[in-house]
């Protein structure tokens, strides 16, 4: 047997997929699954958007680009993210990546030393331990409160001399739940405080319902030491274009763009010019599709706490987290195998007890999902 790279051997594959490829996989066995267990829209990418990508297509943008992007693509976020987040950046300070989970990649790997400790806020997403763990940084977690999902100054006990980045996600993948003011400015004095790199993932911040969205790089002098991530997958249905990008001050630009020109280049041309045609073009369509995930979310929360279930509090995103009581993969296997409704048990998420129901699904496939979970035997 040739000997492989330990260090990615030592990392678990994602969970998330795992689960939505089993439910695959029993669809091609002819059994009608429901996939709750998605973390896209089931939306398609608006017209004007694709239409923007073909004609630069056709007219020949088909070649290398800068590094960091097209000038035109940093421009646009650059504006985005002045005039809507109050996130006081330049087009020198934006870098456009393959989807937000490479911008992530790209963040830790320019900041983080053999050893280096990064404080992820759980509920946490699959890939941060993961990409934690590619830059041989170190992964302590810290809970948000389990009823408002909130950040509460028992952190600081997991703050040490060691500890050089805290990455949290807002709104929140999987719990649907978003932090408020109070608990970002914790985040902003423990950042400022003990000299630590935030790195504020809100790719899910178009998709909001009950609260405000903050970006934590717009608290104080928090810019000199965000890295603010987005993207494109969520709010314009665009997943498979694989366009996320982040702001982020000189020091940590520079080698990310370092890695980039070294690894991807940068993404793909044409793809760019659609996302270009998405910031700049009518936002209707980011509007509509919101308006529709939260009908389907009043439905779902509506149906589950019928049903006597508790979740976590569903301001954004398309996930509904529930609060099993029990042991969260037992119950999820239970869905899936007798109700045939794929979903994701917490312990992905750090967070066993819960599961998570993605409701990026058509609301008669919810409707029946719930039906089939309320009809299974006690
Ligand atoms: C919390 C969170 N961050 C980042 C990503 C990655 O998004 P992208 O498709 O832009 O890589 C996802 C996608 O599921 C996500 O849920």
Partial sequence: MRKLSEKIQGIPPSATIEITDKARRMKKEGIDVISLSIGEPDFDTPGHITEACINALNEGKTHYESS???PELCSAISDKLNSENRVFTTPDNIIVSCGAKDTIYEGVQACINPGDEVLILDPSWVSYDPIVMLADGKPVHHPLDDVHFQLKDDVLEKITPKTRMLIFNTPSNPAGSVLNQDSLNLIKDICEDNDIIALADEIYEKLIYEKEHISVASLGDMHERTITVNGFSKAYAMTGWRIGYASAPDEIIKPMTKIQQHTISHPTTFAMWGAVAALRGDQSCV???????????????????????????????????VYTGGNDIEVAARWLDEAHVAATPGTAFNTPGWIRLSYAAGTDRLREAMR????LPE
């Fill in 68 to 70: 960091r992007g097209i």
């Fill in 372 to 375: 089939r979970i309320s009809e």
């Fill in 287 to 321: 509007e509509n599709m919101r308006q529709e995930f939260d009908n389907r979310r009043k439905y779902i929360t509506g149906a589950l706490s019928d049903m006597g279930m508790r979740t976590a509090p569903a301001e954004g995103a398309f996930y509904a987290y």
